[in-house]
């Protein structure tokens, strides 16, 4: 069979481009993200985690990865699992304290979230969101159904988040919003895929209240990615026209009304405007003060 022929390269981007036979990273690349993307792993710099007086110490950001674990902690510490008490410390990513040689001891693929669990002698490690999920649910008996079939199906969306995710994020969020110029095909071709997995979605909650029976894990995982676009990320709500997934709206609307979803989307949140912002949070006064100002300022 014949190779297929490539495109014209008149019609690449730039303009004449051809891939080399081997790539080599000889100029910054990634628009926002120049400065801290690079093709490989490790630390940069020493520089040694924190440790606060709580069993739990989390080094986030709040992305939407971060505030996975945030509402899982503030949801477990609201049914009164005081053994979930946490320290969150702000790794501020864009300066590149995840190439810190401390973070990379408890990640080493830098990125948020990570966590340390002091509980245990020698201190555990986690990191990957979706993993963080699993070991608290499974150390607190919460938020994961015991019985098979509703257990497996938590795994699922939780799996099916964690592999979908980077096509909303990492391709549509980029080439839609971040990215130093604007490329037709990339776009389409991510939009698309958003699309799917929002109808993907509304299909599934159409007859289902939560993801996998009661709210769950599942839940917690899915939500600030998709409940995220519902509330504007990137810019692309009306592009998305999300308001047409009418069972994720509805589903989004319940979840973001718990009160522990509405305060662990507060931490770490630099997004946030400044006085919503729980830069670190380390007792639940650091997110209640900020809560009284804000119900303050909405009745003033």
Same mark, same amino acid.
């Given at each position: ?9 008149? *019609?690449?981007?730039?303009?004449? %481009? ?7 990273? *000889? ?58 008490? %946490? *320290?969150?410390?702000?790794? &501020? ?27 245990? *002698? ?66 389409? &071709? ?54 047409? %997934? ?18 662990? &989307? ?14 670190? &949070? ?19």
């Amino acid at each position: 069979m014949a190779d297929t022929p490539l495109p014209d390269p008149a *019609d690449n981007q730039p303009p004449g %481009y051809v891939p080399p036979k081997i790539w080599t990273w *000889d100029k910054a690349s990634g628009g926002q993200f120049a400065n801290i993307n690079r093709p490989v792993s490790g630390a940069t710099h020493e520089k040694e985690l924190p440790v606060g007086r709580h069993p739990l110490q989390l080094y986030s950001l709040g992305t939407p990865n971060g505030v996975k674990v945030t509402i899982m902690l503030e949801e477990l510490l609201a049914a009164g699992h005081q053994g979930a008490e %946490y *320290d969150a410390w702000l790794i &501020r990513i864009g300066e590149g304290d995840q190439f810190g040689s401390g973070f990379v001891s408890v990640n080493p693929n830098s990125k948020i979230p990570a966590m340390m669990d002091h509980s245990l *002698d020698p201190p555990l490690r986690l990191f990957e969101s979706g993993s963080i999920l699993v070991y608290l649910a499974e150390k607190f008996g919460a938020f994961l159904p015991t019985d098979a079939r509703r257990r497996a199906e938590t795994f699922n969306w939780l799996m099916w988040q964690m592999g979908s995710a980077p096509f909303v994020g990492g391709g549509f969020g980029h080439f839609y919003h971040y990215a130093p110029f604007r490329i037709e095909y990339a776009i389409d &071709r991510y939009a698309m895929e958003t699309k799917r997995q929002l109808h993907v979605l509304d299909t599934h909650l159409a007859e289902h209240e939560y993801l996998a029976g009661d709210y769950s894990i599942a839940d917690m995982a899915v939500f600030p990615w998709y409940g995220g676009l519902l509330r504007g990320a990137y810019n692309a709500a009306e592009f998305l026209s999300v308001e047409d %997934y009418r069972n994720v709206v509805r589903w989004a609307a319940a979840i973001e009304a718990r009160e522990p979803v509405q305060r662990g &989307r507060l931490v770490n949140a630099m997004a946030l405007p400044e006085e919503q912002r729980v830069p670190e &949070r380390h007792e639940a006064a650091d997110i209640d003060r900020v809560r009284e100002a804000m119900k303050a300022a909405a009745e003033a």
